[in-house]
């Protein structure tokens, strides 16, 4: 066999050092510490306070590349430190064994990178061999620093070419440079500004000894000198009188004669422009009266700041107006405030920028989105020649006001400002300033808090939480304070720590907690912040409180119950606490009193509207006297927050067997279980069709919650500890650390991610997770975090890290080792951060899967066919989607419980059965589920218009509604149906909710308000619904009333169905009544009708479509206070 052979030299160890106090012990690791301290490769050392080994580490198995070896020693109380860490590089060594099969090698040559061609490389001497073991040196002549290829390769006595060899290899780059000036000397040396047409040794000399290298600082006198920009040119000469041009740069000049050094600074620019000077390249500034098409006025007085007064902007415009020189050095913190008016395109702008070298050099004064007014921009092309994208462009709608603190500066004596402005193509923009302020910040510590979102001043809602906000706090130094609130007249509080590296002074600070408990149920929460504010103005450092007072209106009614089948029950609504008088009442009747009465037996709504416009509305329930009596035997409520295991029982004594049910979520049973938080209304009728109505909730705890507070580890101790606070569920609690603690408090923690659940009386639980960092460690921030989209890994958490020492070194739960998680799915994560000396930092986040956009409702209406009210919406998102949930309200105002979950390819309109639009007006909510379960936020309420009539003056109809909500609209439009059929009898402004028919006609109406929403909305490519619409509301039976639970149709049935064109239809009725059969085809268009007149018991018609076309038909079933519908298939 013939062989090939190369050698390179190789090194097998490296030399490190130790030096310690009182060491017993020393080891190292190289890259990762598997085993912790104890397990590294140990040091031989004699022990004492110092020592200095010099020993041997091995590299066995050890890949080429960049390295890290620790060296850490232990001393005699057994405590281990990392004394030492360095990197090195390992180069790849192996003996390559390139053998080439007979006949011999007869040449070989090498090259490095590109291929010159076969026998053009550079020649490798040896002799010819079958096996041939050479040592030869590699020219890197021309050879740039870096990584390169060697290749190798040979041919044999057939001719036949083969590589042996391709390696890998650095090249460093070792140039000596040699920077003094050769031969001859320098002999003479001068300056010039600015003309270059100055001939040489006419310039300004400047005083040098000769030689060949001159090292020399001289003073250069700018008298003279413009304020602005400058070219200085320095040249010398030589012994042979040759001149050279040495030196060339630019400078700027500036002329602080006249600084501002008295505070506040407020100028208006109505005398003069007072120091500010316009500049730059094609600049359109102008000082004076705004009187273009965009910009016509100034912030006050006549004149201001303007990109030309008259006309438009220059093209690619990169201009400046600067301030006159100012004197911060008394300042405790600068902050500017000045109007600003801005009219650009995508790609001009404008910013404030500050100057401390008289303008040399600028930099930006805050950066984008740092506080509601400052830079909504974040890239502005046009700003590019500043050397900051950063500012405001777009449309500022007029003139608005910005401020900004400019802590940087204080104590600064010469600081220039100016407003850069930045233009494209365009002309046709413009920016004005005026009113520039500035002022030295005092002002102390303040608290806010309010419920969010914010609401106004009608109280909150059940899903609200409470936010805290520091304001004017914050400076380069760390601030660390405690914000709380408590729901229990301070008893216990919800609290948070928290510490805040960095913020610019004068900055505030919000944080909303979890929501922690139902604040719609709370009065008055009381909320405190108490720590170190290092901008307290007066240096108190008091504990800051302030109360949030819940405004919310809380309702209750008192009824009077009538006699059975008479209408002489009443009801009276009161306001109990909240809102704000005069007060007006809303009945379902169309009452308008606090009191009304002539009831019968049913369920009547009340809506209270304070002087605010605020609304709540409650229901009062009127049950017929000698009728059967409700009793609640038991109520179970909801073990834990969300659950649907509620009961109820009840107990029914009087009245006249049997019985018969009916609850508001369309139960038929007496007692009903799977039950959600909530309210439930049971009507119980008996065989008199006398009836009785209760209303029974079924409560929940809150939810159960953690908060947590840490004691750091000290740096190679397990000294740390956890403490856990619960909120909501059920006490007492169980605790159940990761460690197998099981109180409230663990200790004796090192380093690391712990876990702890919460179990509470009712076996509801809840877990978190604790961060332990050591003291000595960095500081872990996590700055932001990317939630991800549904079934992809496009999240990330974003982390930054200070304090400690040496090189951080990063290590992710996934094992991945960058500063930033990127591209990972939903879920928990954490970091360990270790410094150059070994200490930790651990931090854990959430990533969460993106929830899905919100779907608004498009609209709400009932179906005059089925009398259900029905939910439309339109399919925003056409991927990605699994379902909708359908969230009605209550009997409790604000709360809102799921009814239905519609599925994605179903038809965007759900028809609510258990509702009865006849009683109430009903509001919904609509949200989205995602492919993955993520449910978005609930959409904005609708509500249905409900519509009562009376008898008013000389036969007149009174009619009464309460307005639709949901979208604008401007008219309604108010329809009759007599005997000559439907007909729109008039329209009025969305601001009435009542009308007048003076001239009915005889015989019996129908009224029925609509509102025509604009668009329409797009349920399918073929259907469209346009408008909102009433429930019908009738002058039959007057004396009946429609809020009534009574049911007259006791069955109602139709067979065979599916038919063939001929079926029975049966009715069985409870009371004597008139009954209306009518029968719609697909389309909704009236085919056949039938009248049955003062009949009761049972009803038995044949119905024969035979004729009609095939397909789906509506039989409408309408007695004097009911409507019923069902289908029929005609095959």
Request: hydrophobic content about 35%.
């Amino acid at each position: 066999m013939n062989k090939f052979i190369i050698f390179f030299l190789a090194f097998l160890f490296g030399i490190a050092f130790v030096s310690a106090q009182t060491i017993t012990d020393a080891e190292y690791f190289i890259d990762n510490d598997t085993g912790g301290v104890g397990t590294g490769t140990a040091i031989t050392l004699t022990q004492g306070d110092s020592v200095n080994p010099t020993f041997d580490f091995s590299l066995q198995g050890i890949k080429s590349g960049f390295h890290n070896l620790f060296i850490r020693v232990k001393d005699d109380s057994s405590h281990w430190s990392l004394y030492k860490g360095a990197r090195f590089y390992v180069y790849d060594t192996t003996h390559y064994n390139n053998a080439i099969v007979s006949p011999k090698i007869k040449y070989a040559e090498y090259f490095i990178d590109d291929d010159p061609g076969l026998g053009n490389g550079v020649v490798i001497t040896f002799s010819q061999a079958d096996s041939v073991e050479v040592q030869f040196a590699i020219s890197l002549s021309g050879i740039s620093s870096g990584f390169h290829t060697l290749f190798i390769r040979s041919i044999n006595t057939d001719n036949t070419w083969g590589i042996c060899n391709k390696q890998r290899f650095y090249v460093y780059d070792t140039t000596h440079y040699d920077l003094a000036k050769v031969q001859p000397q320098i002999i003479a040396a001068e300056y010039i500004f600015d003309d270059d047409s100055i001939p040489v040794g006419q310039g300004i000399p400047i005083s040098i000894i000769s030689g060949d290298q001159i090292d020399d600082t001289v003073n250069i006198s700018i008298a003279g000198l413009d304020e602005g920009f400058h070219l200085i040119s320095i040249r010398t000469k030589d012994v042979a009188n040759k001149w050279g041009l040495t030196k060339k740069d630019t400078f700027y000049v500036y002329d602080c004669t006249n600084t501002v050094s008295s505070f506040p600074y407020n100028e208006n620019f109505e005398t003069t422009s007072n120091g500010w000077t316009a500049g730059g390249d094609t600049s359109s500034w102008q000082w004076g009266i705004p009187a273009n098409t965009l910009i016509n006025s100034a912030a006050s007085g006549s004149k201001a700041w303007v990109t030309n007064l008259t006309g438009d902007n220059n093209q690619y415009e990169q201009s400046y107006v600067y301030s006159p020189c100012f004197d911060f050095s008394n300042m405790n913190l600068p902050v500017v405030n000045f109007k600003l008016f801005y009219e650009t395109g995508y790609y001009s702008g404008v910013a404030l920028q500050y100057s401390i070298d008289g303008g040399g050099h600028w930099q930006h004064v805050g950066a984008y989105n740092d506080n509601e007014t400052w830079y909504n921009g974040s890239y502005i092309s046009g700003l590019g020649f500043s050397g900051n994208y950063e500012g405001w462009n777009g449309s500022s709608n007029g003139w608005v006001t910005v401020t900004h603190p400019m802590s940087n500066l204080a104590g600064l004596s010469n600081v220039r400002l100016r407003l850069v402005f930045g233009a494209s193509y365009y002309v046709s923009e413009g920016v004005a300033f005026d009113d520039f302020n500035i002022s030295d910040f005092k002002q102390d510590v303040a608290l806010d808090a309010w419920v969010s979102p914010i609401t106004s001043n009608c109280g909150f809602g059940e899903e609200e939480e409470i936010t805290v906000r520091i304001k004017n706090v914050g400076t380069t130094d760390e601030n660390n304070f405690t914000l709380a609130y408590s729901v229990d007249s301070g008893r216990t509080y919800v609290a948070k720590n928290i510490t805040i590296p960095t913020i610019k002074p004068g900055d505030t600070y919000d944080y909303t907690f979890e929501k922690k408990a139902n604040l719609a149920k709370i009065k008055t929460y009381h909320c405190i912040a108490f720590g170190t504010f290092r901008d307290d103005e007066d240096a108190s450092n008091d504990t800051l409180k302030i109360d949030i007072f819940n405004n919310k209106m809380l309702l209750s009614t008192s009824t009077v119950n009538t006699n059975c089948g008479s209408s002489n029950g009443s009801a009276t609504v009161s306001i109990v606490s909240g809102g704000t008088s005069p007060y007006s009442y809303a009945w379902s009747t169309g009452d308008s009193n606090a009191t009304i009465d002539s009831l019968s037996s049913g369920v009547y709504v009340v809506t209270v509207t304070d002087a605010n416009e605020c609304k709540e509305f409650t229901i009062a329930t009127i049950s017929d006297i000698g009728g059967p009596e409700i009793d609640t035997s038991s109520v179970t409520d909801v073990s834990c927050n969300g659950n649907n295991n509620g009961a109820i029982d009840i107990n029914v004594a009087g009245g006249q067997t049997p019985y018969n049910y009916t609850w508001s979520n369309g139960a038929v049973t007496q007692d009903i279980s799977g039950l959600y938080a909530g309210p439930y209304e049971v009507s119980v009728s008996d065989n008199a069709d006398c009836l009785a109505i209760k209303s029974i909730y079924v409560d929940e705890p809150d939810a159960l919650s953690l908060a947590l507070s840490v004691v750091k580890a000290d740096c190679g101790y397990s000294n740390g500890s956890a403490t856990v606070s619960v909120y909501g569920g059920t006490p007492p609690y169980v605790y159940n650390w990761s460690t197998g603690g099981i109180l409230s408090t663990e200790s004796a923690l090192s380093y690391g991610i712990y876990s702890v659940t919460v179990t509470d009386n009712n076996d509801c639980s809840v877990s978190t997770s604790v961060a332990i960092s050591e003291k000595e460690a960095p500081e872990i921030r996590v700055d932001s975090i990317v939630p991800s989209d549904c079934g992809s890994s496009n999240g990330g958490i974003y982390i930054t890290v200070y304090e400690g020492s040496g090189t951080y070194y990063y290590s992710w739960s996934d094992e991945s080792t960058n500063e930033d998680l990127t591209g990972v799915s939903s879920g928990d994560y954490s970091v360990t951060v270790t410094d150059g000396y070994g200490c930790c930092a651990v931090a854990s986040a959430t990533i969460f899967a993106d929830k899905p956009d919100m779907n608004p409702i498009c609209l709400v209406t009932v179906d005059t066919l089925t009398n259900h009210n029905q939910i439309v919406w339109e399919k925003l998102q056409t991927s990605g989607i699994s379902a909708f949930n359908i969230y009605k309200e209550t009997t409790h105002s604000g709360k809102y419980s799921l009814i239905n979950t519609w599925p994605f390819d179903s038809l965007s309109i759900y028809e609510d059965t258990l509702s009865n639009p006849l009683q109430r007006s009903w509001r919904y909510k609509l949200s989205v589920i995602d492919d993955c379960g993520n449910e978005s936020e609930l959409s904005p309420e609708h509500k249905t218009i409900h519509l009562t009539i009376n008898l008013g003056l000389n036969q007149s109809i009174n009619l009464i509604w309460d307005q639709y909500e949901g979208f604008d609209f401007d008219t309604y439009f108010i329809y009759r149906h007599s005997t000559d059929g439907w007909t729109k009898i008039d329209s009025i402004p969305n601001n009435l909710t009542s009308y007048t028919d003076f001239n009915p006609p005889e015989g019996d109406l129908y009224y029925q308000i609509e509102v025509v929403k604009p668009n329409g909305c797009d349920i399918t490519k073929a259907s469209n619904k346009r408008s909102s619409r009433s429930n019908l509301s009738t002058t039959i039976d007057k004396g009946s009333d429609i809020t009534n639970f009574k049911r007259n149709i006791d069955k109602f049935d139709i067979y065979p169905n599916p038919n063939k064109g001929v079926f029975t239809l049966s009715i069985q009725l409870n009371l004597i009544r008139d009954v209306e059969v009518k029968i719609f085809d697909m389309k909704g268009e009236l085919i056949k009708e039938k009248k049955f007149h003062k009949v009761t018991g049972k009803v038995v018609d044949e119905i024969n479509l035979n004729g009609y076309s095939k397909g789906l038909y509506y039989i409408q079933i309408i007695t004097n206070d009911e409507n019923f519908i069902k289908k029929v298939v005609v095959f």
